[in-house]
């Protein structure tokens, strides 16, 4: 009898897992413990609804690769069962490097290392336990493989991560300039000279995409109270490894003793697969209590939802503006110009909507010819749309909740 398993998603409805090593893979500790790694880290704050994990996610995309690799061989796109295993693998395993609350801790538990680095040392860990079975989706993740359209669909300008990631996120925030036709970006699919392109008739589905993803950095990502939070969180680790905070959790404090940078962590990756949320939240809880003033403040921000404000603005933070808050700080907490820098910061948040340097989406004419999103006749997504767009922000006590 073959082997069928179906999960029940609130996004795509049934999701169909028929493959033995696929669900081995699945049901791996490693890849397990996303249930416990929240996809949008503290947005929740501003979205109660997001509390979706990265295994919500990547189950989504891995949904949204099985029906991509249908529609191309469908299409006559030679793909092989190997093939078509090793890139559902690659893809479901795209996010499995990432750190408690995903990007929001990002280089700050571990120094100049991506979480895609990471990804590539479990899926090569994963892979001697599975025999070599892996190789191939290790090929396809890194681009080594012959055929570049399944690194394409796993990692590129419109690949099938980032059509999940709209939608779910869309879903569960209730934000609706998140959502795509992804079925027909999907069905627009196509492969030329070996290359992921689209047919003439979804251009204006991938401009929708584009727009969609401009929409949603601003409004939910890079949200101001979202981003405040999440600058918390990273000011929260900052202090306590400055004032030598011990944590209820042994494997976070292994992470707050040592900063581990890229030639270490390969040793650690256990350790690594063994930290989640719950351990920094836990943490964050108990440290409410901690003596030191600012560790405390930030904390019980965090926990309670009383944060620092914030203010975006076009243009530079005016130093005179950061020093009178800064003052403000120091004066109301006693505390001098160091630990004031905890409770009032500035920083810049930019996004890209499209980049047309690094990758092309492309699109397949009738005729066949081939040309960008960018320089089809009356291209929405034209010059206009090509730089990025920066903001300037600044966190500062918020005298009404630290009382």
Not at 339 to 363: C, D, M, P, R
Request: net charge negative; proline share 2%; with cysteine.
């Amino acid at each position: 009898m073959p082997f069928r398993k179906i999960i029940n998603d609130p996004v795509y409805g049934f999701i169909t897992i028929d493959d033995e090593l696929i669900y081995q893979i699945i049901s791996h500790p490693f890849y397990q413990r996303l249930r416990r790694i929240h996809q949008m880290a503290m947005a929740q704050l501003v979205y109660p609804g997001a509390v979706h994990t990265r295994l919500h996610h990547s189950l989504g995309a891995y949904h949204l690769m099985c029906n991509a690799l249908h529609e191309l061989k469908s299409k006559s796109v030679i793909i092989s069962a190997a093939e078509e295993q090793a890139a559902k693998i690659a893809v479901l395993l795209h996010d499995i490097g990432h750190g408690p609350f995903s990007h929001a801790l990002e280089n700050v538990l571990i120094r100049n290392v991506s979480h895609e680095k990471i990804s590539l040392l479990l899926m090569k860990k994963m892979n001697e336990e599975f025999d070599g079975k892996m190789q191939m989706a290790i090929d396809i993740f890194t681009n080594n493989y012959a055929k570049r359209f399944f690194h394409q669909l796993v990692s590129g300008q419109l690949d099938v991560d980032r059509m999940d990631y709209l939608i779910r996120d869309s879903f569960f925030t209730g934000v609706t300039e998140g959502v795509i036709g992804y079925d027909r970006i999907i069905k627009m699919l196509t492969v030329h000279n070996g290359e992921l392109m689209v047919e003439e008739k979804g251009i204006h589905s991938i401009e929708k995409f584009l727009v969609s993803r401009r929409f949603m950095y601003w409004q939910v990502y890079l949200h101001k109270t979202v981003l405040c939070a999440e600058k918390m969180l990273v000011k929260i680790i900052e202090r306590a490894r400055e004032i030598k905070a011990e944590s209820s959790s042994p494997v976070f404090n292994i992470f707050l003793n040592e900063e581990y940078e890229s030639e270490k962590i390969e040793n650690h990756l256990d350790d690594f697969c063994a930290l989640d949320d719950y351990d920094i939240l836990f943490s964050i809880k108990s440290w409410i209590h901690h003596p030191d003033k600012i560790l405390s403040v930030l904390c019980k921000g965090v926990i309670n939802r009383h944060l620092l404000k914030v203010k975006y603005s076009a243009n530079e933070i005016p130093h005179q503006f950061l020093e009178e808050k800064t003052n403000i700080a120091m004066q109301y907490l006693a505390i001098n110009k160091e630990q004031a820098g905890f409770l009032v910061f500035t920083g810049e948040s930019e996004i890209k909507t499209y980049n047309n340097k690094t990758e092309h989406i492309n699109i397949l004419f009738k005729d066949g010819a081939v040309k960008d999103i960018s320089g089809v006749d009356n291209a929405l997504i034209n010059q206009s749309l090509f730089g990025t767009v920066k903001k300037f922000y600044i966190c500062f006590i918020n005298l009404e909740i630290t009382l």
